[in-house]
């Protein structure tokens, strides 16, 4: 099935839930859509703080220096139930992530893919559901 | 505000109850450690002898809203076609939804893992939360409330360029998560009632604000007192907690419920049907926007887990950046 095809069903089945989901603020209006950014780099610290976690990692350039970049994630309360503590992501992981540069340029991006080096995915994972009303 | 500070405040509630109300002495205790056990409707009652509606609870649900179109005639599923629905929406919110290059992939292509939404359709197996109309659809906008929608809708595009943080709603600038009632959402689901004599009290996870509803047959403040969430008094209807909330605010983006003016009623029901479940029900009306009042059920599920803090400003960094990203398009067009 094509991505586009997969998009349209969920943006089907998620236009008919009991209210548009929506991030706390709008993403497109901080990061820009046509800057796709791949990073690799070391954590060096994590903020658990509301409405969004960051997690800021050091980037080796080609030339050796070494940037500082701040990737934004889900709210900590959600990531926390579902069992991500501020431990799970211990300072020094090397980490992969996709996503988009901040418009204003500065050197931050919107963590919409993260990944381990060797391919796990780390806050993106696939088939993590909520049981809350299960229990 | 933390749980502690949570109850704390409460301590203070029920003595501020207790002065004006010598012949109330109980302090608030949480569901199932005093007062009568649960029957066979699952009512207990409080140690003066409210129904107790106390605990924390969740309203998540993947029952749509509205009716969809492929369940026009089918009001409530079957087992089977429940399981297979329930299935469907569960794997449509939980892929990676990418469309690289997108607007919709900076925004919205996340999957269970950022969204808390849950996995369940209500119990009763409803295609809609909407009850009345019986068709389970909103009844239509008036040509006024359709103008609000639009306009909405320019200034939620707009908000890449924007001027102020008066140019964002009250989500973003962290005031309230949305007007009164309260659907459910992407995530922060979460609810936590506490009572004491002459008042029941709603902390509402996302985003830290407290409803506190007096009981009895209290006035409602005088129509020029406006806010966030409104003006509400509560009464007992046999074992059903009935809030009425007028007096709501269009002071800012986001700050009244969809599309509705300052002037919506809204009535709230509240049934404890069991140890684990309230029915939640609410009727809104306000014939400058629907055509006709229109009434939603769901139910609150008990969660075995606290709420925890969502103190928004905190790190509200997104609206800093997204104003900076704003004058950095302001200056390439200069």
């Known amino acids: ?135 | 505000m933390r749980p502690a500070a949570f109850a704390t405040f409460f301590v203070v509630l029920a003595l501020a109850a207790v002065h004006g109300q010598t012949s109330r002495t109980a302090p608030a205790v949480k569901a199932g450690t005093t007062g009568e056990k649960a029957g066979a409707t699952g009512a207990t009652k409080t140690p003066w002898g409210d129904p107790d509606l106390q605990g924390t609870w969740s309203n998540q649900t993947i029952t749509p809203l509205e009716r969809p179109a492929e369940f026009k005639d089918k009001p409530v599923l079957t087992e089977a076609e429940a399981a297979a629905y329930e299935k469907r929406l569960v794997e449509a919110g939980n892929v990676d939804n990418r469309t690289p290059g997108t607007v919709q992939d900076v925004n919205l292509a996340y999957n269970q893992v950022w969204w808390d939404r849950g996995n369940k359709i209500v119990a009763d197996r409803r295609t809609s939360l909407v009850v009345d109309p019986p068709d389970g659809r909103i009844p239509p906008l008036t040509p006024a409330a359709q103008k609000r929608r639009e306009e909405d809708r320019k200034a939620s595009d707009n908000e890449k360029f924007a001027a102020s943080w008066l140019d964002f709603d009250v989500y973003s600038r962290c005031i309230i998560r949305s007007a009164l009632p309260r659907l459910s959402t992407g995530y922060n689901n979460n609810y936590e009632i506490v009572q004491s004599p002459g008042y029941v009290a709603i902390m509402q996870e996302q985003m830290h604000e407290t409803r506190i509803i007096p009981l009895g047959n209290q006035p409602h403040l005088t129509s020029a007192v406006r806010q966030w969430l409104g003006d509400s008094r509560g009464r007992w209807e046999g074992n059903t907690l009935v809030v009425e909330t007028t007096n709501f605010t269009d002071e800012a983006r986001g700050s009244t419920f969809q599309y509705a003016t300052k002037n919506m009623r809204l009535v709230e029901r509240f049934t404890r049907t069991s140890d684990r479940t309230i029915d939640y029900e609410f009727t809104v009306s306000d014939p400058e926007t629907w055509t006709r009042p229109w009434t939603v059920k769901m139910p609150w599920n008990r969660i075995d887990g606290l709420l925890y803090e969502y103190a928004c400003h905190e790190g509200n960094v997104g609206l800093e950046h997204m104003l900076s990203g704003a004058r950095a398009a302001d200056a390439k067009t200069k």
């Open chain 1, 1 to 135: 099935m094509k991505l586009t095809h997969i998009a349209a069903i969920v943006v089907l089945a998620l236009g008919m839930t009991a209210s548009a989901a929506r991030a706390h603020h709008s993403f497109s209006a901080e990061f820009d859509v046509n800057k796709p950014i791949k990073l690799q780099g070391t954590v060096k610290r994590v903020q658990w703080i509301n409405p969004h976690t960051w997690i800021w990692i050091d980037v080796k350039k080609p030339d050796g220096t070494v940037e500082e970049w701040g990737i934004e994630a889900g709210t900590p309360n959600t990531l926390f139930r579902l069992g991500l503590t501020r431990d799970a992501l211990p300072v020094g992981t090397e980490i992969v992530v996709s996503g988009y540069e901040a418009r204003d340029g500065a050197k931050r991006a919107n963590g919409r893919d993260m990944t381990f080096t060797d391919g796990r995915k780390l806050l993106m994972g696939s088939s993590v559901g909520n049981d809350a009303q299960s229990k």
